[in-house]
Each structure stands twice: as structure tokens, then as C-alpha cells.
């Protein structure tokens, strides 16, 4: 039980940090019906800008750890923004009328600018830092010594990832912003009609989203403390796996595959074998769309004619 218990704490962890890569995808997918594919690595370009964050930070003496925590967050998450408004304006913008095959592979095409970008201006070798939050809480105990512990960074990640679904789920069914989003996702066409300003809409989705994914960034390098250009790929296939498992356009959904994944893996690494634990997490996703096409929480799509 002490172990089951301790691999739940685990996984719920690492599938946060999926889901807020996912809603990424989500949102995007929702507005213009693309995914982009560069998003994983918009992550990882929010990782190294949490890195470089906390390095200046700590350069110019701020040692208070929750004010350095709030400073990281913010600059990562303002920098991570400006290349995902970089991405909606090179790789998607131009091409929104083109055929749908067009704007997948120029995004294929910024992903790999992105990681070789990185890879240049950082280097290929990985990027470590010193633990910044510590500590945690012993929840239980067995006869046999084995201690279930829940650290401070996996209560601030989890704490924070609900927060911010919460805090998304409000802005897009609340605010001008929110209805605007809608509306697009229905109909541009008409949206533009009624006077709203697609453009602009689509824009602060992508800014949304690369927002949630620096967090995503800055959780993934306070968890684990090491960082390299190629840590985007990976986690954005997973990612986008989650987002299609929870229902792709749901952001309830892409949260829930997020979580999912996340405890597929760590379940599967402690029961099983931890070297099958991605074909364990796509066989799943593969067995859900079998009986649900459109997802756990997906709407069937509807042709407009």
C-alpha cells in the first residue's frame, strides 16, 4: 500500500506537468484545428529561460526563495510567450488559408529550429542546478521502513497546475477573452464578421499557451534539475498524446489524459518494466480511441456545410 501510494504521489506529478504542456495543444487545436507541433519544444525554451532566470537571479543576490521563485516564473513565462507569438506569426499565420498539410510541416520545421537554435546558443550537454526547494512531509510508514514521502516541489506543482486549470477554465468561460476564443472556434469566418479581431485572438492563444508551458518549463527543472535542448521532443509527444487521450479542444480533458499518462508511466516503471513504459502509455491511448474516437471528454466533430 505504502508503495502504491508513494508511485500515485509520483505520478500525479509528472502528469501535471504533461497537462500543462497539453492545454497548449488543446487550445490551439480548438481555435484553428492545427496542432502545433513546436509546442513541446516551446517548453523546453521555457526550461532554459527558468534556467538562465534563476542563474541572474541568484548573481545579483536575491537569495529569498519565494521572491526568486515569483521573478523566474514571471520572466519565464513573459520570454516563453514572445516565442510562442513567434511561432503563431511565422509558421501559422501566413499559411491559415493554405491546404492543412502546409502549416503541420512548418511547424515540424520550427520545432527543429528551435531545438538546433538551443543547441547552439547553449550547448549540446546537459544543464544541471542546485536543488531550490526542499524538504517534504513523511505520510506514512511500513513495518518494513518503506517512507511514502510528498516533497515541497511536488505540492507547489500539483497545487499550482490546478490553480492555473482552474484560473484558464474561468478566463475562457468568463471573459471577453474567453468568449472571443469561442467564437472562433466555431466560426471565424462569422467571428470576424461580428467584429472581433481573429488575429489577435489566435495570437494570445498561442501566448497562453507557451505562458503554461513555460510554467510547465520551470516545474520540469525544479523536479528533475537537469535540463538539455532535446528534453522538448519527448515530453511534446506525450504531451500531445494526452491532450488527444483527454479529448483534443477540452481543456478539462487534456488535464485528465495529462494526469493519466503521467500515472501510466509511473506505474508501469515501478510494477513492470520501466523500458516499456511509453509503449505502455500508447498502447492505452490506442485502446481508448478504439472505443472513443473523439477521446475521454472529446466532442464529435461536426461538419459545417
Known sequence: MEYFLQQLINGLTLGSIYGLIAIGYTMVYGIIGMINFAHGDIFMVGAFIALIAFVAIITLGITFIPLALLL???IAMVFTSVYGWAVERIAYRPLRTSFRLAPL???IGMSIVLQNYVQIVQGARVKPLQPVIT?????MESAEGFAVNLSNIQIIIIGMTFALMTIFSLLI???TLGRAQRACEQDRKMASLLGIN???TISLTF????ALAAVAGMMFLLLYGVIDFYIGFLAGVKAFTAAVLGGIGSLPGAMIGGLLIG???VFWS???SVEYKDVAAFSILAIVLIFLPSGLLGRPEVEKV
Request: net charge neutral; hydrophobic share 50%; glycine share 14%.
Open 198 to 200: 481573429v488575429d489577435r
Open 263 to 265: 500515472l501510466i508511466e
Open 105 to 107: 510541416i512548418t511547424a
Open 173 to 175: 468561460a468568463k471573459t
Open 207 to 210: 501566448v497562453m499557451g507557451a
Open 270 to 272: 515501478g510494477y513492470f
Open 72 to 74: 523566474v516564473l514571471i
Open 135 to 139: 524538504g517534504g512531509y513523511t505520510i
